[in-house]
T-cell receptor, first 114, second 110 residues
Framework: DAGVIQSPRHEVTEMGQEVTLRCKPISGHNSLFWYRQTMMRGLELLIYFNNNVPIDDSGMPEDRFSAKMPNASFSTLKIQPSEPRDSAVYFC????????????FGPGTRLTVL | RKEVEQDPGPFNVPEGATVAFNCTYS??????FFWYRQDCRKEPKLLMS???SGNEDGRFTAQLNRASQYISLLIRDSKLSDSATYLCVVKGSNTGKLIFGQGTTLQVKP
């Protein structure tokens, strides 16, 4: 079975550039989560969706970050403009609303902003 | 104060040892509790849920003390393959939001 798919796996960009991270959740899962992990702050929830609708975006750091989920099988996290402090590993996770507790994580996107 | 606090370690133990990790959480309204495992440069994966009565899965035992807002994980007969970071996680009711601790790193040595 395919797990959560994220692309790209690695991204190196320059400050000021737009970055788009992509996620395909596990088929049949109707909750999708975006996390960011850094050494300093650990793993933090940025935003999550239920049935493609954003439920809690209180973790989105600032207006430079935006996330969309146009359909049940695709989500994007966009950073515009990117800054060096955005460098982190970004994980996407999905779960079933019926079993909200177990979240399945993708392999992550390692973002470096120079 | 962080919502979920863990000793980052590292805990260096020999194979076969028993090791225990502890975690405290600040929100008394938290309803669900978990331990996730994260291998180096990999994604977190659910290790086990934690129930008020305590629960066991093979060599792993998890316990919850709601009064003290304290969660523990005990690993018996440590294996080299247990080397990883163990993340303590809490969740409120009616929300999908997981709050992760910073993790405790375990290194099991031969």
């Amino acid at each position: 079975d395919a797990g959560v798919i994220q692309s790209p796996r690695h991204e190196v960009t320059e400050m000021g550039q737009e970055v788009t991270l992509r996620c395909k959740p596990i088929s049949g899962h109707n909750s999708l989560f975006w996390y960011r992990q850094t050494m300093m702050r650990g793993l933090e929830l940025l935003i999550y969706f239920n049935n493609n609708v954003p439920i809690d975006d209180s973790g989105m750091p600032e207006d430079r970050f935006s996330a969309k989920m146009p359909n049940a099988s695709f989500s994007t996290l966009k950073i515009q403009p990117s800054e060096p402090r955005d460098s982190a590993v970004y994980f996407c996770a999905s779960s079933s609303l019926a079993d909200y507790n177990e979240q399945f994580f993708g392999p992550g996107t390692r973002l470096t902003v120079l | 104060r962080k919502e979920v606090e863990q000793d980052p370690g590292p805990f260096n133990v020999p194979e076969g040892a028993t090791v225990a990790f502890n975690c405290t959480y600040s929100n008394s309204a938290s309803q669900s509790f978990f331990w996730y495992r994260q291998d180096c440069r990999k994604e977190p994966k659910l290790l086990m849920s934690v129930y008020s009565s305590g629960n066991e899965d093979g060599r792993f035992t998890a316990q919850l003390n709601r009064a003290s807002q304290y969660i523990s994980l005990l690993i018996r007969d440590s294996k080299l393959s247990d080397s990883a970071t163990y993340l303590c996680v809490v969740k409120g009711s009616n929300t999908g939001k997981l709050i992760f601790g910073q993790g405790t790193t375990l290194q099991v040595k031969p």
